[in-house]
């Protein structure tokens, strides 16, 4: 279609949700006035979303936005609509791939039903995905949040898909898989808008949330070593599907073993062991997951020398992606601190998993995930030629060599009032060399600890 009728269908959609919308304060819910428009909104969106993946439907400067394209000829219903958003505090409607005509009716519903005002945006979030609005979300525009707070709000939301989807499985429910596919879209499009803001999240731990973050973490960790494979976009998804569910197993395991602290005994890691087949055959079983997915769950602690568990057959071919899983895991497992393990420094983690290359790991991914986090990862903490401590927040700026740091103790080893974001290629006036270079790392446990949520707020603003 050409671009006046885009523009009249797209016109056409918005007003039929705001049709539905004003009728549903007339007429009750099964009103034909009230599912007509849904049916008819759901029907005109589908073809928008055979060559695309989402729809944006937004609201800028007082104006309703779908798709880059301006409604100006509001009816009353459509008035309605935007009055609606804009008093629950709806900023941005993104309409997925898969949408159903459930969804469009639930989120037509929420907005009918919701008084209060200004709810911020992961309440929103949630309320949805309590109604059952799987392929409808709400997020804040891009000139509203900066990018380390978007990521974070990401982030945040795997980690409650994660939590949802282990709980529903130990309860004996089979997860939503669309949840899980939605949630890693949005990380790996976060990693490409900003892969720094993305990457240092796996930096901030939650030792009390452990199997959640780790999960989340594994996932963002593959996506990005699949990027430096250059894989198309569905493997990419498949990958960090993987990641995020690459623990599910486990829930059929006892807790108490899932928590000892100590060393296993050997029927214990036998019971543990068990777990990635488990996670296949739950995977089996769960809406939206590819076989491709399922086999890198089940095939993660197959060692690269095939030592490893479940133990292959010779003939056995495992994926291509699989190791990817195991990469990541590894990586995060050593940077994170446990009741039996202190946690590694990112180069520390990384020299470790070079010994591994060759036998347990796969010696090309250790190799991109290297490339891929940099000489100094993101969270390596730097002792500097000042006698400054800084830690590293982000990969060098095009063009540059030097890494982006952050200060955060002085020459005499004092916390700084605010981290201070520096520049390692400024010159010193008196010299023309280098004011600032990176003597060697630092044990961030001989440091004051200090938020590093805040540090990387701080150097994203």
Do not use: W
Request: charged share 25%.
């Amino acid at each position: 279609m050409d671009r006046r009728q885009m523009e009249g269908a797209i016109a056409g959609i918005v007003r039929l949700l705001g049709t539905s919308l004003k009728n549903r304060g007339l007429y009750p819910p099964t009103h034909p006035l009230v599912r007509n428009p849904v049916e008819k909104c759901h029907a005109e969106i589908l073809p928008f979303l055979l060559d695309r993946h989402e729809l944006a439907l937004t609201i800028s400067d007082g104006t309703l936005v779908f798709e880059g394209v301006p409604v100006f000829q509001l009816t009353s219903s459509l008035e309605l609509f935007m009055a609606r958003l804009g008093t629950i505090g709806v900023p941005a409607v993104i309409f997925e791939r898969g949408v159903a005509i459930g969804d469009v009716e639930s989120f037509v519903r929420f907005l009918h039903e919701t008084k209060e005002n200004g709810l911020p945006v992961p309440t929103i979030k949630e309320r949805l995905s309590r109604a059952g609005v799987r392929h409808i979300r709400v997020t804040a525009t891009e000139d509203e949040e900066d990018d380390f707070t978007l990521a974070r709000e990401i982030y945040g939301n795997a980690v409650d898909v994660i939590v949802r989807a282990l709980k529903d499985v130990r309860g004996g429910i089979t997860p939503n898989g669309a949840d899980t596919d939605r949630a890693v879209r949005e990380m790996s499009g976060m990693l490409t808008r900003n892969r720094d803001a993305m990457l240092a999240l796996t930096l901030i731990k939650n030792f009390d949330e452990y199997t959640y973050n780790h999960s989340v973490n594994v996932s963002i960790l593959s996506i990005a070593v699949a990027e430096s494979l250059s894989l198309p976009e569905q493997e990419r998804i498949n990958v960090g599907v993987a990641g995020l569910l690459h623990d599910v197993g486990k829930t059929q395991l006892a807790l108490d073993l899932i928590r000892k602290p100590g060393t296993l005994t050997v029927e214990e890691f036998e019971e543990i062991k068990k777990h990635p087949e488990e996670g296949y055959s739950i995977l089996g079983r769960m809406s939206h997951i590819q076989d491709k997915t399922r086999y890198m769950v089940r095939e993660h602690h197959m060692r690269f020398d095939r030592t490893g568990y479940p133990r292959p057959e010779p003939e056995y071919r495992t994926h291509a992606h699989s190791q990817v899983i195991a990469v990541a895991d590894c990586y995060d497992a050593l940077t994170t601190m446990r009741t039996y393990q202190k946690a590694r420094t990112p180069p520390q983690a990384l020299e470790i998993m070079r010994k591994l290359s060759g036998k347990s790991l796969d010696p090309e991914l250790v190799f991109l995930l290297e490339r891929s986090l940099g000489v100094y990862p993101i969270g390596t903490m730097v002792r500097l030629s000042t006698m400054e401590v800084g830690i590293v927040t982000g990969a060098p700026d095009e063009g540059k060599s030097h890494p982006r740091m952050a200060v955060l103790f002085d020459p005499a080893g004092n916390p700084v009032a605010a981290p201070e974001a520096v520049d390692l290629s400024e010159a010193d006036p008196s010299s023309g060399e280098p004011r600032r270079a990176i003597l060697g790392t630092v044990n961030p446990l001989l440091m004051p600890a200090v938020s590093l949520n805040e540090v990387f707020a701080a150097a994203s603003a």
